[in-house]
């Protein structure tokens, strides 16, 4: 359908002694209006997320004209606190390899009143938390309003659907360590620490979409105290292991991001020659 628009104009001057009329037209303009021949829905199958879990997109795609929908293009901005998962992408099913939304890939033709489901899968990111993750797909195909002519190329923009993100990879281990001096201890001073995760490692693999993760790390720390008018100094290394009850995502990022910090430490006097220290860590991305 097409609409169309000219403008008239009449008018009348005096040309003496005599009065001429006259009419004039503009040029003419023309604004195409597209039918709805596309009906582009989404989903996501989760409301709730957290890092390192993993989302799943469907985009359904139904013609519900009734001519056949030809060069139908698929197209997907991945939010930025997400990270596509390579080889995921299905339509009707069926895998379709190196296929990425971001890039966008063709589906083809699709008859009057059939549908098309597309699905693919991204991993949360711990970038931020406490916000939604929102996402839309676009959709580009041949609209042809004048046989005689060449098809235009129209967009279709699906719903926006959200998740929302929380905080809650993390666990809470206490460590200890018994120190022994030659030396008799009067007064601590201060001690200083320093930590950091050695190795990471999934062990296994639940029901639930979880895993569990090792992580083994280390404690160096550095002790300053008195001996009746004099300073000195001890220096030691721990360390400790604990598991992590993670999303299966975990797999597809390097897990030595994992942060660590101490929420409190104690010194506690055994003897004049030994003393524990014991902290209390918090493992977190």
């Not at 929102?134 to 129209?154: C, G, L, Q």
């Not at 200083?192 to 569990?212: D, G």
Request: glycine share 2%; proline share 2%; with cysteine.
């Amino acid at each position: 359908m097409k609409i169309v628009n000219e403008c008239r104009i009449d008018f009348k001057y005096k040309l003496s002694p005599y009065i001429v009329s006259k009419i004039v037209f503009s040029n003419v303009v023309s604004t195409q209006i597209i039918e709805n021949i596309l009906e582009v829905k989404k989903n996501v199958n989760k409301t709730e997320t957290n890092y390192f879990d993993i989302l799943i997109y469907t985009v359904y795609i139904c013609n519900i004209s009734s001519s056949i929908v030809t060069n139908i293009f698929l197209q997907d901005n991945i939010p930025k606190s997400t990270r596509f998962i390579e080889n995921s992408v299905t339509i009707n099913n069926i895998k379709k390899k190196c296929a990425n939304p971001e890039k966008g890939f063709y589906i083809g033709n699709l008859k009057s009143g059939k549908k098309v489901t597309v699905t693919f899968k991204v991993l949360v990111l711990p970038i931020y938390w406490g916000n939604a993750i929102r996402n839309y797909s676009t959709v580009e195909y041949d609209y042809i309003y004048n046989v005689e002519e060449a098809p235009i190329r129209v967009n279709k923009t699906s719903n926006s659907v959200k998740t929302n993100c929380e905080n809650k990879l993390f666990t809470q281990i206490s460590v200890g360590k018994t120190l022994r001096t030659h030396s008799h201890i009067n007064e601590i001073i201060n001690i200083k620490y320093n930590m950091r995760i050695i190795k990471t490692k999934v062990i296994s693999i639940l029901k639930s979409n979880l895993c569990t993760l090792l992580v083994i790390g280390k404690i160096e720390y550095k002790m300053c105290y008195k001996k009746r008018h004099h300073i000195r100094h001890i220096k030691d290394i721990w360390g400790f292991s604990t598991y992590m009850m993670v999303p299966i995502g975990i797999n597809y990022l390097d897990t030595n991001e994992i942060k660590i910090n101490i929420e409190y430490l104690s010194i506690d006097f055994v003897s004049k020659h030994k003393i524990f220290i014991n902290a209390n860590l918090l493992l977190y991305y």
